[in-house]
């Protein structure tokens, strides 16, 4: 398939095969290039990330010229690419390992949080093929969410008024009046809640759903997602120190930063994923090698653009506590504290990508600042790659987060035409 098909519109042309992705993530608006090449994962123990199920890649590298590679092709450049954060080249073709159409049964029900955590070792995540769980942090209670494939007929959500567009302006509008009161959010998450399950545990909602929509989700509002990769089993003593602290208890929580009069948003959501089982793990891969994966993800929602006035302090304290647990963070979200030398740690095999990188693009074509601050060694602004981006400033945008302005240096000038490039490309995408 071509790299830039979104996943929506490739499941739509998977099924007229009868076939489908066998995992998805929350989302389906990215390209299978982008999901790929940033570590997209599911939530399913029985599967890994994405690219698990990627066969082979065709890459237009810095020169020009096309390279294929996969587990037998080229297997050091695969293994780059399959995590590529962009900066290898542009893959254009990507060869993937579908099944057979297939709908799930989901079911999902409110549970306390004490109960998820006695069912952690038990079959929390083993019970069901697909398990994730939403935390609702200041009443103590979960979402489980288990789904199953099925053979039965579709049946579809139960409609209520609070799951259409009133229930997503109310609680837009809830959350706007707690940027600027932010002590409403603990009554705002119970009032949700209650609206949806009527305060009761084990209240269960049941759903057939073909597979490329029923594993997605309703992500709501323009919001920051910062998620770890953490071991599965440091899971509960990550979520009850987490807890503890923002119920302030720092002392309990053993977290360095004051809890003190911060509120965050509902939910935490907690997913799992396992590729230690893949013969071809990418160098950048952020899951757990030796075993299970869990993910924590500290959403905090944009209220009609305004960045949550908790933000920076609770991440702080986040990431803190998820370093401390051994995690990496997913390299499409918001983390905020890491560093090169956080990275550097994190990744063992990082020389080996840094190496292939810089074999297929020594002019830095495909480097930008974001690449050069986390993953490439620190050099002298003079001393850059001649294609490399540089930032030149940033500051506040209109409607939240930042204004970014960068430079291509291009100190040296293509020694192709402009029209044998695109021959170039032309021939590899044949």
């Known amino acids: 398939m071509q790299s830039g098909i979104r996943l929506h519109d490739l499941g739509q042309q998977l099924k007229e095969y009868g076939l489908a992705m066998p995992n998805l993530g929350s989302i389906d608006h990215q390209s299978i290039a982008g999901a790929i090449g940033t570590a997209t994962h599911g939530s399913s123990i029985r599967h890994g990330l994405l690219s698990k199920s990627v066969i082979g890649l065709t890459i237009i590298l810095a020169d020009g010229s096309t390279a294929s590679c996969s587990a037998e092709t080229n297997p050091d450049l695969f293994c780059a690419a399959l995590v590529s954060l962009g900066a290898l080249g542009i893959i254009t073709e990507v060869i993937f390992q579908a099944v057979s159409a297939f709908k799930i049964e989901w079911r999902q029900s409110l549970h306390s949080l004490g109960e998820i955590l006695t069912d952690w070792e038990e079959d929390l995540w083993t019970q069901a093929e697909f398990t994730r769980v939403w935390w609702m942090p200041y009443m103590k209670k979960c979402i489980r969410w288990r789904a199953d494939k099925t053979n039965k007929a579709l049946c579809p959500p139960t409609a209520n008024w609070w799951n259409g567009a009133v229930g997503y302006h109310v609680y837009h509008v809830l959350l706007y009046f707690a940027h600027w009161f932010p002590s409403l959010l603990p009554r705002i998450e119970k009032f949700v809640i209650g609206v949806q399950y009527g305060f009761v545990d084990g209240a269960t909602d049941t759903v057939v759903e073909e597979s490329d929509k029923g594993l997605l989700m309703n992500c709501l509002y323009s919001q920051f997602v910062n998620e770890w990769a953490i071991p599965l089993h440091r899971g509960p003593e990550a979520i009850t120190r987490l807890s503890a602290w923002l119920h302030g208890d720092q002392k309990e929580s053993r977290i360095p930063f004051s809890p003190r009069g911060l509120y965050v948003h509902a939910p935490i959501e907690i997913r799992v994923s396992d590729t230690s089982t893949s013969s071809n793990r990418p160098y950048l891969d952020s899951s757990v090698p030796d075993g299970p994966t869990l993910y924590l993800n500290a959403t905090l929602y944009r209220p009609y653009s305004h960045d949550p006035p908790c933000r920076e302090r609770y991440y702080e304290a986040f990431e803190w506590l ?3 647990m051994g995690g990496r963070p997913h390299w499409a979200k918001n983390f905020t504290t890491v560093t090169k030398r956080d990275i550097s740690v994190m990744y063992p095999e990082i020389d080996k990508w840094r190496q292939i990188r810089d074999v297929n693009d020594p002019d830095g074509m495909f480097v930008g600042d974001w690449h050069r601050r986390l993953l490439l060694p620190d050099v002298e602004g003079s001393s850059l790659l001649p294609f490399e981006e540089k930032k030149l400033s940033t500051k506040p945008a209109k409607f ?6 960068g430079q291509t240096p291009r100190s040296t ?5 402009s ?9 590899g995408s044949v």
Do not use: D, V
């Open 413 to 417: 000038r293509s020694r192709q035409a």
């Open 322 to 324: 998820m370093k401390e």
């Open 419 to 427: 029209e044998e490039s695109f021959e170039l490309i032309e021939k």
């Open 400 to 405: 939240g987060g930042l204004e970014w302005r």
